[in-house]
């Protein structure tokens, strides 16, 4: 993977900041990227399926297409395309809503489920991989920065 990322963007008198921002962001792209790659190649899937999938294991009594659009931070339209090819493969299934006859509520099927599976275990088991440059303890002090950040991103908003 070439060094030329989101952080080449970095000069000496960006503020700290902008340089930790785009160390985040370069990180968070090589990682995903690195994800999304694995997932074609080993399953023949894309990482916006693997995440509905993951949103809909979650949540065995199912979900609506709305709840699913805002969880996944995607149109309706996004969440539309992918769920007609699960359910055209028979990974998940549409059902009536209980209380709102306009609405769908999508749930996992067997097959669904164990296809999920399968992808979760190997899908952790890399993530493990791609963070091993960091001790427990460093993962531990990294975890706790960040929730102090999302903290303090939710008390802006």
């Known amino acids: 993977m070439s ?3 989101l952080e080449s963007r970095v ?3 960006h503020h700290q900041a902008v340089k ?3 160390r985040l962001l370069a990180c968070t792209t090589r990682v995903e990227t690195q994800i999304r790659s694995r997932l074609r190649q080993e399953f023949d899937t894309t990482l916006p399926r693997f995440d509905l999938l993951a949103q809909l294991e979650r949540t065995p009594e199912g979900l609506t297409m709305r709840e699913l659009s805002q969880r996944l931070m995607v149109t309706g339209g996004n969440v ?3 769920t007609d090819q699960l359910e055209a493969e028979g ?3 549409r059902e009536a809503h209980p209380s709102d006859r306009r609405s769908f509520t999508v749930k996992l099927t067997a097959a669904g489920k164990r296809q999920f599976k399968k992808m979760a275990v190997t899908h952790e088991q890399w993530v493990i991989e791609l963070l091993a440059g960091w001790s427990a303890e460093q993962k531990a002090q990294v975890y706790d920065l960040l929730a102090v950040l999302k903290n303090h991103q939710r008390t802006r908003s």
């Open 3 to 5: 060094d030329v990322d």
């Open 11 to 13: 000069v000496d008198d």
């Open 91 to 93: 990974l998940v299934v």
């Open 80 to 82: 539309t395309g992918i």
């Open 20 to 22: 930790l921002w785009l």
